[in-house]
């Protein structure tokens, strides 16, 4: 698997899972895109590391019409507000989403 096409798909499921539930192949492509872009190799991502990811890709991500997440897309999702998002909590915050978009 491309290693663009992952960090490509880590940018936008931060933004994009909003409102749905999760495929399994978007769950391992997110566990790869976790890893990759993780530059600290402590557990979960930071906004610096997020950014940094955005940063190294923007052309691309622009190219392709991918949108990336905000900073405030990444507070929403890390859930114990600790500054680092882990990948169970944006699980949960992509289940949470689609949860509440079916119940409206």
């Given amino acids: 698997m ?19 539930v999760i495929p399994a192949e978007l769950m391992e492509e997110e566990r790869l895109a976790f890893f990759l872009c ?3 190799r402590m557990v979960g991502l930071t906004w610096k590391e997020v950014k940094q990811c955005e940063e190294r890709f923007a052309a691309v991500l622009s190219a392709q019409n991918i949108p990336t997440p905000s900073e405030e897309d990444f ?6 507000g600790d500054g680092t998002l882990e990948f169970e909590e944006w ?3 992509g ?10």
Wanted: charged residues 30%.
């Fill in 38 to 40: 993780d530059s600290d």
């Fill in 91 to 93: 699980k949960q915050w």
């Fill in 95 to 104: 289940e949470e989403q689609g949860e509440e978009g079916e119940e409206t």
């Fill in 2 to 20: 491309n290693f663009s096409f992952l960090v490509f798909t880590f940018l936008a499921s931060i933004y994009s899972t909003k409102g749905m």
């Fill in 75 to 80: 507070e929403a999702a890390d859930l114990n």
